[in-house]
């Protein structure tokens, strides 16, 4: 067998590897708003989903709406200690939400079986903290889906879109240029994180949260809707400088084999 060009493959979790439609995060976040009295949209809650978890909620607190809600609630406009108090609210919330949704997304065990055929390491970041995303990997091993190595965003400086956590994982397998690296994941700052890297950077759909279904949600969709909700995150993710899409991760073989080809005839993250 000849030597993959691709050496290294990062793999997001929520909306990627597990949690079909990445439900987790925004469950836990309406209700840390909830508690606090606020009323938080899925979709206000979702919308910056992939950065790291504090990182999020200060976005979320930017939204005009949101910042609205909040100042005519509390008398003030959202300040850096106030997402450090919702940050907390929402570990422990988070820590629930995540474990009961730890579940393989289709495809996953045999792309991993794929990618130990062709010796190619495996790695894995997220936007949760080792806290929450350490236990997360443990329960996923115990499934047999195993990395390499996983690296959370308050191992580095910084988490998406700064390449960090894709650079420890280079040098802890050894793997460069960023040329070999493949990254993969179903949110604009995964898809940041790869090419500010210098990687190849693929976006998932299907199973994404920029579709947000769990799979018996998505299952239950007539076809052209699936198609329609698809095509509507495909191309938000190529507008992101994705280098090719899919729907799930049981097509990332399959697609790997392309991106072969595509470095056999000189091209370049």
């Not at 200690?81 to 919330?93: G, H, M, N, Q, S």
Request: glycine letters at 8%.
């Amino acid at each position: 067998m000849t030597s993959p060009s691709i050496r290294l493959v990062v793999f997001d979790m929520a909306g990627t590897v597990i949690d079909h439609g990445s439900v987790a995060p925004v469950a836990a976040l309406v209700a840390a708003f909830r508690e606090l009295g606020l009323e938080l949209s899925a979709a206000d809650a979702r919308g910056p989903m992939g950065l790291h978890k504090r990182d999020h909620i200060a976005a979320v607190l930017r939204l005009p709406a949101v910042s609205s809600r909040f100042q005519a609630a509390f008398g003030h406009v959202p300040t850096p200690a106030d997402v450090e108090a919702i940050y907390e609210r929402f570990l422990p919330l988070q820590a629930t939400e995540a474990q009961a949704r730890i579940e393989l997304i289709p495809g996953a065990a045999s792309c991993l079986t794929a990618l130990r055929e062709k010796q190619i390491a495996v790695g894995t970041t997220t936007g949760y903290p080792r806290v929450i995303g350490q236990p997360i990997v443990e329960a996923v091993a115990a499934q047999r889906w195993v990395a390499d190595h996983s690296i959370f965003p308050d191992d580095v400086r910084a988490g998406r879109p700064a390449p960090w956590m894709l650079f420890r994982l280079m040098e802890l397998t050894g793997v460069y240029p960023p040329s070999a690296v493949l990254k993969i994941g179903d949110t604009v700052p995964d898809i940041e994180e790869g090419r500010n890297a210098g990687a190849w950077s693929i976006g998932i759909t299907e199973s994404g949260s920029e579709v947000g279904l769990t799979l018996n949600e998505w299952q239950a969709l007539p076809d052209v809707e699936r198609i329609r909700r698809a095509a509507a995150a495909g191309e938000k993710l190529r507008q992101a400088g994705a280098h090719a899409v899919i729907g799930s991760v049981g097509e990332l073989p399959a697609l790997l084999d392309e991106i072969e080809k595509r470095i056999a005839h000189g091209e370049r993250p």
